[in-house]
């Protein structure tokens, strides 16, 4: 299913220092930099794929004392993402127009996160497309482990069996041929909605609108 259009973000709205992208962040990286100094101690979850934003927005909101940094590589949807945070007051989360996979590949430390979430990622059906699958490439599971503090956790959800499947072998095959300290998969049990907007994702919210199987998982730091 394809994405849907955002609205227009009004010219006044201030996005400094919520939008930016991967040239922007520090190199060495800097949490104070990118958060603040009042927030530089705070832990970080990364996002990576926010599209609209829902999971970004209501993680800020129920966690305060965390930091956010959600990754999206379209620009209008890190727009309408960013947007929105400034619009919710959120002084917890900065949203990066860019590569996810380039960010921790080539910014974030080893330990520096609590949490990666990777929500419904483009299956890329195509077999001839299939190596573009991130969370079936070693390179990024690796980065992944490596940027985890001890404890910390990958959170992976799709609505596409095959892939869910694919993705928990490559993660076991990375953790017998390469050590890949990552345990798991763990199960995540589906919650109720308690209301129309209630959904970790907009993917979400329309898979299980429509009825169709959402495959959750959760992964710990070793």
Known sequence: MGRR?????HKSLDLAGVL???DELPDPWDAAAVFGDDRAAAPIEVEIGSGKGMFVRRAAAQRPEHNFLAVEIAHKYARFCA???VRDGRDNGVVMSGDGARLMQDRLPDGALEAVHVYFPDPWWKARHAKRRLMNNPEFLA????TLRPGGALHFWTDVREYFEATVESIAAEREANGLPLSGPEDVVER???HDLDFHTHFERRTRLNDQPVFRSRYVRQ
């Open 5 to 9: 259009a955002v609205k227009g973000i």
């Open 20 to 22: 930016v992208t991967f």
């Open 83 to 85: 947007a929105n945070l």
């Open 143 to 146: 980065n992944v482990a490596r």
């Open 192 to 194: 109720p909605a308690e």
